[in-house]
């Protein structure tokens, strides 16, 4: 059942499927993890197995900090039929033991590799100084916000326009029609900008193309505002002679760079294998993927999927299938995707013809056994009250009396056997995980109500703020590590783009030469 860090260090790149999770709360996850582990909380451990790891055989291999919440994940996926687990034995202490080193951050292998294609491949870039200046001139620039629609929304720059990575080189000759105006890309630090910056280079797009040099950061770092809670502009929607030039974009870019295709028979077979790993993703927008997509596949935008790979890909050597309308979108998604080691096949079919609807199911959670109302009667009863939200939610809000519970250490709470006890929370996957492992503990007075701040006051319940508890040593679903930074905390700022910029010279070899900018690079310049 054990395997020690030296053994398992050259597996993680033997060539074989293998998934190295942490099951640590995100807070402790962030302070320090191999650079090849996948974060899978034990909080909501079984909500978010199926998608991340869809193949039982899968050879995985667990980590904690030696306190037993490994052996606790791993009983869980023996009961779920996994037939080849392990936990490391002596958990992160233990790696650092063996002289290997555990990463700050998260999204490490993605921020890491956009860092290298700066480095090997020169990505141009410009300074917030730079920018504002031209601005100020009135020379044409366009500034695209290479994020998600809601990072945009909390904090943009003057004159940016919403254009996540994966639409760029999709929807570029819409937005920018004069081929000699500057581009600058940007995203709140380092590895968006660059990623969608050499996109659009590697696309040979005409346009000067910048990354803005440490995004939104470095322009507060400046001294310059930002705008705040800006509405993303609709992206233009192509007509049926941009569609056809996108696909006639994106037959090039597939042959040029040498990706892999696959169709939907060989998708299907792959996907009834028991024995290997296939995930389906569908790079395109979030409206879009509502309207129609192919059965089976996995909303991941293709910018976020490049930028936070191990959020959606927990299986190293796993086959990972694109889907898209034109190709396009999953043609650029791949390019990188491949020069993080990855094994990744483009689908040959219009995803927009799918017959699936709607959005993604949301994660399991755990349905009410009392009414709202009934909370406030039980607890006068004599029931404890436990709160499974987030440490900080309970921080910010939570019902007077209320203890904090994360699943992770219930048995902190030295609750007598025979207590009847009430679960609320506010979300009812963390919920679900405290009922479970509160029965297997052996209590059987159990209820459960899910709630939020204003459901828990209608329902003439008092509440309480407590800013220090949980402690920030106990409040380990969360990462304190430059948190702030985007809340104009200069300090935490310098850090963590200290940090970013730091990140190469952390890697070992093992794990530098997994991530190689040049697999991407034409035929003719390789």
Not at 29 to 45: A, L, M, W
Not at 389 to 400: E, K, Q
Not at 468 to 479: M, N, R, T, Y
């Amino acid at each position: 059942m054990y395997i020690s860090a030296e053994t398992l260090k050259p597996q993680l790149t033997d060539g074989g499927e293998i998934a190295f999770i942490d099951v640590r709360e995100h807070g402790q996850y962030g302070e320090g993890h191999p650079f090849f582990s996948v974060n899978i909380p034990y909080s909501v451990f079984e909500a978010r197995i199926a998608a991340l790891l869809p193949c039982r055989s899968v050879r995985c291999v667990l980590l904690d900090d030696g306190d037993g919440t490994a052996e606790k994940a791993a009983s869980v996926l023996s009961a779920m039929d996994y037939s080849s687990v392990q936990v490391l034995q002596g958990g992160a202490a233990a790696w650092t033991a063996a002289g290997f080193t555990l990463f700050k951050g998260v999204n490490v292998p993605s921020k890491a590799f956009g860092e290298l294609v700066e480095h090997d491949l020169g990505t141009p870039s410009i300074s917030a100084e730079d920018l504002r200046r031209l601005q100020e001139r009135g020379e044409p620039v366009t500034v695209l916000d290479g994020r998600a629609p809601d990072e945009f929304r909390r904090m943009s720059l003057p004159g940016a326009r919403s254009c996540p990575n994966a639409e760029l080189a999709y929807r570029l000759k819409q937005i920018v029609a004069d081929p000699t105006t500057p581009i600058v890309v940007n995203c709140a630090g380092r590895t968006r900008s660059i990623i969608g910056a050499q996109t659009l280079r590697e696309l040979g797009t005409a346009n000067p193309v910048f990354a803005l040099r440490n995004g939104t950061q470095g322009w507060r770092l400046a001294g310059f505002e930002l705008d705040r809670g800006m509405t993303p502009d609709a992206l233009p929607v192509p007509t049926a002679a941009e569609l056809s030039a996108t696909r006639r974009q994106a037959d090039k870019l597939i042959e040029d760079f040498g990706l892999a295709t696959v169709d939907r028979d060989t998708l299907q077979a792959w996907q009834a294998d028991d024995e290997l790993t296939t995930y389906l993703f569908d790079v395109r927008t979030q409206e879009e993927y509502e309207r129609a997509h192919l059965p089976g596949a996995r909303h991941a935008p293709g910018g976020q999927l490049v930028q936070a790979t191990d959020e959606k890909v927990a299986v190293r050597g796993a086959r990972i299938v694109l889907s898209d309308d034109t190709r396009l979108r999953a043609a650029t998604s791949a390019l990188w995707l491949t020069g993080m080691g990855h094994r990744v096949w483009i689908l040959d079919e219009d995803a927009s013809k799918g017959s699936a609807r709607g959005p993604e199911e949301a994660d399991g959670g755990i349905g009410n056994t009392m009414g709202l109302d009934d909370l406030k009667t039980a607890t006068s009863a004599g029931a404890v009250l436990l709160d499974a939200s987030r440490g900080m939610d309970y921080r910010s809000a939570h019902v007077d009396g209320a203890l904090w519970a994360t699943r992770a250490r219930l048995d902190r709470l030295q609750l007598p056997k025979g207590t009847p006890i009430v679960v609320t929370g506010r979300s009812r996957t963390l919920m679900a995980g405290v009922m479970k492992d509160l029965t297997a503990m052996g209590y059987d007075s159990l209820d459960c109500v899910q709630g939020t701040p204003e459901s828990w006051q209608a329902a003439g319940l008092a509440l309480a703020q407590t800013p220090g508890v949980p402690s920030e040593a106990d409040c380990i679903d969360h990462l304190f590590f430059v948190h702030d930074r985007h809340d104009d905390n200069f300090e935490a700022s310098r850090r963590y783009l200290a940090w970013e910029l730091g990140l190469l010279d952390q890697l070992d070899p093992q794990e530098r030469a997994v991530l190689n900018p040049r697999r991407v690079r034409r035929a003719e310049t390789a």
